[in-house]
C-alpha cells in the first residue's frame, strides 16, 4: 500500500483530463473501447513475456486457471501516475485467480527511467517493456490501457479509466465462465525488420491527402528522410519530458527548413498512440508542416524501422537503401546529412 500512501486515491480523479489533449477531444475511454472493439469475446495472445528483472511469464499458460489484468502505461503518462495507486492495490489484493501484470508501452521510455519511476512510486508488480508486439496484438491505442482476460482465456474488456467499469470487469473474469478458450488470437503479420544498411519495403502507405508514398522505386530516383514523430510531443511531454519535447520542436523546425531541398523525398510518420488522422491534421495546421504526413495507427512501421522514440530520422540513399539513423537534436549533423545528398 505504500504507493497509496504516496499518492492518495484522491489522485485518481479527473485523471483523464491529463492526456494529451487532441483535435476531437476524443476522451481517453472513448479511444480505449474502440480499439477493444474488435477483442471482445476474442481468444488472449498467447505470448511469452519477460520482466525486466529478467523473469518469463508464459500469457497463455495462465488461461484457464486465473484471470490476466494487463495495463499499458508509460512514465511520461500524466493519468497513468494518478492510477497507480489503484494498479499496485489490485496487485496486492489480487489473491491466486488474478494475474496482474505492468506492460511499459515502450514509446520514449527506457529501462533506466522504469527503474527510477518504479523506486520512486514503490511499485512491486512485475513490469514488462513492451517491444511493441504485445502492444500490436492488443490494439494499444492510449495510456493508460487495460486489458482484462478471463479465466476462460477470453478478452473481457478494454478500458482506459480506473473506474467501477475496470472494478467490475476485474471480479467478473475470475468467474470460472467457459471453457478454456479454443484455437488462439490471430498471428500478427510482421514486416521484416529494417537497419541501417538494408532496402526500404516493397509498399506504399496512403498520406493525409490520400495520396500513395512509395517507399521504393519512386518514378523518379530521390534519397528519402523518414521523421518518425508524435503530433503531441511537443505539447503534451513540455511538462513530463521537456528535454524530449524541446527535442521535438527543434526537429521539426529543422525539418522545415531542410525540407524545401526538392532532390528530397520527405515523409513524416506519426505514431498511432493518442492519435488519429484528425489529430493529425490538427498538428499539420498548427505548426504548418508541409511534409506528407501519414498516420502509422497499429505501429507497423514504427516496429518495422525499429522505432521506439520520437522524434528520429531516417536516411535512405536514391536506391531506397537506409544508411542513417539521425540523432535529431544534432542539427548540424542533420543538416549536413541532407546537404550530402
Known sequence: MKIMRRLGLSALVGAWVLAPVMAAETT????????????????????????????????????????????????WCVPCRQQMPHFEHTYETAGPDLAVIAIDAGFNDS??????????????????????????????????????????GRIQYVGHLADARLDAALVAARQPGLPNASGSAPALV???????????????????????????TPATPRPTVLVFLSPWCESYLATTRPAISASCRRTREQVSALAQNQHVRWLGVASGLWASAEDLRKYRDDY??????????????????????????????AQGKLILRIVPDDSEGLRKAIDSL
Open 28 to 75: 481517453g475511454q472513448e479511444r480505449a473501447e474502440e480499439a477493444g472493439k474488435a477483442l471482445i469475446g476474442s481468444p488472449a495472445p498467447r505470448m511469452v513475456v519477460k520482466t525486466i528483472d529478467g523473469d518469463t511469464i508464459d500469457l497463455g499458460a495462465l488461461y484457464g486457471k486465473k484471470a490476466v489484468y494487463l495495463k499499458f502505461w508509460a512514465t
Open 190 to 216: 510482421e514486416s521484416p525488420r529494417i537497419d541501417v544498411g538494408d532496402r526500404l519495403p516493397a509498399q506504399s502507405v496512403t498520406t493525409l491527402d490520400g495520396k500513395p508514398f512509395v517507399f521504393r
Open 111 to 152: 529501462l533506466e527511467e522504469i527503474q527510477r519511476y518504479r523506486r520512486a512510486l514503490g511499485i512491486t508488480m512485475p513490469i514488462v517493456l513492451d517491444d511493441g508486439q504485445l502492444g500490436a496484438a492488443l490494439n494499444l491505442r492510449v495510456t493508460p490501457q487495460h486489458i482484462v482476460i478471463g479465466r476462460d
Open 288 to 317: 504548418k508542416v508541409r511534409i506528407p504526413l501519414t498516420l502509422d495507427e497499429s505501429g507497423k512501421l514504427f516496429r518495422a524501422f525499429r522505432v521506439t522514440d520520437v522524434p528520429t530520422v531516417l536516411i535512405a540513399d
